[in-house]
């Protein structure tokens, strides 16, 4: 079955640091995959997504992420951490090309430390 | 972007007894709700897409008679949990999409605790 990995639950950087958050897919053919962010008591809103276009996807927020087919992975970064960075962010896949059924990573806890 | 609220944000029922949480679109037509579960620590697990008029089409695993999907208009879902249990405690989440958009608008969440 189709899954996303991200590893480390927790990640932490300091305020003006590049932000790091790594997401790899396991489908032997690339799906459509995408970038969402969480802060408290919200819903999650779409950062960025990947349909099989460009591979380096710029997104809100200062966020990119780039498409790596032969490393089946597509991590996001921000080049300097803000404070309102502060959030929970998931990667998802959708295997099925705009069918919309989405496969979600465990998510990234990200703290900003001042 | 598009808003959907889901309502309760957070509800403890008895054991046996069903809750229902409402998911709208507050903003636009979802002709598309989905329905997702997440378990502390973990992913958000889709359980259910439902189009507008239209039966929900449940995901592997998922008891269709135990959590029933009901999406009579363009604006509101409602997701009921029948006869809980302990282990339907989680925290379950919306989403919308409209006709004319593939993005999904997601709500806020609901915490169920079953006791």
Request: net charge neutral; aromatic share 12%.
């Amino acid at each position: 079955a189709q899954s996303v990995t991200q590893l480390g639950s927790h990640v932490s950087v300091s305020e003006g640091a590049l932000v790091l958050l790594r997401c790899n897919y396991s489908s032997s053919v690339p799906p459509y995959l995408f970038w969402y962010v969480q802060y408290p008591n919200q819903g999650l809103q779409l950062l960025l997504k990947y349909t099989s276009a460009a591979t380096l996807v710029k997104g809100i927020n200062g966020f990119e992420a780039e498409f790596k087919k032969s490393e089946t992975s597509f991590h996001l970064t921000k080049p300097s951490a803000h404070m309102s960075d502060a959030a929970e962010y998931f990667c998802a896949s959708d295997p099925y090309y705009g069918n919309n059924r989405l496969a979600f990573g465990k998510g990234n806890q990200v703290v900003v430390i001042p | 972007g598009a808003v959907v609220s889901q309502h309760p944000s957070w509800v403890i029922c008895k054991s046996g007894t069903s809750v229902k949480i409402e998911c709208r679109s507050l903003d636009f037509q979802a002709t598309t709700m989905f329905w997702y579960r997440q378990f502390p620590k973990q992913s958000l697990m889709l359980m259910a897409t439902s189009n507008e008029g239209s039966k929900a089409t449940y995901e592997q695993g998922v008891e269709k008679d135990k959590f029933l999907i009901n999406h009579a208009s363009l604006t509101l879902s409602t997701l009921t949990v029948t006869s809980a249990h302990p282990e339907d405690s989680s925290f379950y989440i919306c989403s919308g999409s409209g006709k004319t958009s593939y993005e999904q608008y997601f709500g806020p969440g609901t915490r169920l605790t079953v006791t």
